[in-house]
């Protein structure tokens, strides 16, 4: 896809391309947390997962229409999703805990990450600790 500025996107069985500078960047769709579209502003903002505790990098496209190509994004960020689940840590606020993994093959390895719920500060004492058993559980549970 062609954004605005004549740089250009695309999107694989196993990668996006993003532009970065005068280079392409390749991004698994497994590192891709979600995408969202600023239609007043014309762009398409790709996320990509990080570590625990650092902001999401994300990627501003701009782009008139994402077509097709937003279409592609969603396809692919769900296909890489193997497991997600949602863990009560406190009333009703927890975290969700989610494995991916490329979606273009079934033998890669799954990258696990955690968010906390929106109001969970980690800070809060136990809470982290609270999250990573969360964590281990699940991947006890699916034994990946």
Do not use: C
């Given at each position: 896809?062609?954004?605005?500025?004549?740089?250009?996107?695309?999107?694989?069985?196993?990668?996006?391309?993003?532009?970065?500078?005068?280079k392409?960047?390749?991004?698994?769709?497994?590192?891709?947390?979600?995408?969202?579209?600023?239609?007043?502003?014309?762009?398409?903002?790709?996320?990509?997962?990080?570590a625990?505790g650092?902001?999401?990098?994300?990627?501003?496209?701009?782009?008139?229409?994402?077509?097709?190509?937003?279409?592609?994004?969603?396809?692919?960020?769900?296909a890489?999703?193997?497991?997600?689940?949602?863990?009560?840590?406190?009333?009703?606020?927890?975290?969700?805990?989610?494995?991916?993994?490329?979606?273009a093959?079934?033998?890669?390895?799954?990258?696990?990450?955690?968010?906390?719920?929106?109001?969970?500060?980690?800070?809060?004492?136990?809470?982290?600790?609270?999250?990573?058993?969360?964590?281990?559980?699940?991947?006890?549970?699916?034994?990946?």
């Open positions: 896809m062609q954004l605005t500025g004549g740089d250009w996107v695309a999107g694989t069985r196993s990668a996006v391309y993003l532009p970065e500078g005068d392409v960047r390749r991004v698994g769709w497994e590192a891709i947390e979600r995408a969202a579209w600023d239609s007043e502003e014309s762009v398409l903002r790709v996320f990509e997962t990080t625990f650092t902001p999401l990098r994300s990627t501003d496209l701009a782009v008139d229409d994402p077509g097709r190509f937003g279409q592609l994004l969603r396809e692919r960020v769900d890489s999703i193997v497991v997600q689940r949602h863990v009560l840590l406190a009333g009703k606020k927890g975290v969700r805990i989610v494995g991916r993994r490329n979606p093959t079934t033998d890669a390895p799954v990258a696990w990450n955690f968010v906390l719920d929106k109001g969970l500060e980690p800070d809060r004492p136990g809470l982290i600790e609270q999250a990573e058993a969360a964590l281990r559980a699940v991947r006890d549970e699916f034994g990946i």
